[in-house]
């Protein structure tokens, strides 16, 4: 049984971490990935980002070392969509296309730094969009992943509390998919 709590889990993610928050506020969620980030950076990690193009704005204004995290290659962005699109074949994802991807940047970062802290949208997307199974299978290639290379993994779902078709089946299948799940409104 894994006792680190929260707060420790997002700054000290072991390899293999697969991490999932549901949240609401967006602010909650850039502190919340913020620290995450944050705290690889400092610790001489290397992080992936593949997010919406304002959240990334947000999450930046918590990093006082991305400018130069970004200048070095420490911190690496990329848009959830156009990344997402790579990765789609007839409208699902793609084992070949996903780790080429993103298998092939995580590689890349591992060469250059001793650990890799990943913080993806993509799943989120394609919730948003109502492809539920899509998103499922994504979350399986990253897990397909996780055993093939060393990374810490979080992504991030936005669920309205108020709306039923939020929960259930789907997402408790992608919770199922997550080693640790942090409720919406968590806050470090």
């Known amino acids: 049984m894994d006792r680190r709590t929260t707060h420790e889990l997002l700054r000290s993610p072991a390899g293999g971490d697969h991490i999932v928050q549901s949240w609401e506020d967006v602010s909650t969620l ?9 705290a690889g950076l400092r610790m001489g990690e290397a992080a992936l980002v593949v997010s919406r193009p304002a959240h990334f704005e947000l999450f930046k ?7 130069a995290a970004g200048r070095s290659g420490q911190l ?6 156009d990344t997402l699109a790579k990765v789609m074949l007839r409208g699902t994802p793609d084992w070949k296309r996903f780790h080429q991807a993103i298998g092939g940047l995580i590689a890349e970062l591992r060469l250059q730094y001793p650990a890799v802290r990943v913080y993806g949208e993509m799943v989120d997307v394609l919730w948003q969009r109502g492809e539920r199974e899509a998103a499922v299978r994504l979350e399986e290639f990253w897990n397909e992943l ?5 990374f810490s993994l979080f992504c991030a779902y936005q669920l309205d509390n108020r ?5 259930g089946g789907s997402f408790e299948c992608v919770c199922k998919l997550h080693t640790h799940l942090i409720p919406a409104g968590y806050a470090p």
């Open 30 to 38: 850039a502190e919340t990935v913020g620290t995450f980030l944050h």
């Open 61 to 67: 204004r918590s990093l006082s070392q991305a400018r």
């Open 163 to 167: 709306d039923s078709l939020s929960y």
């Open 76 to 81: 690496r962005y990329f848009d959830a969509e």
């Open 146 to 150: 996780a055993r093939l290379q060393t």
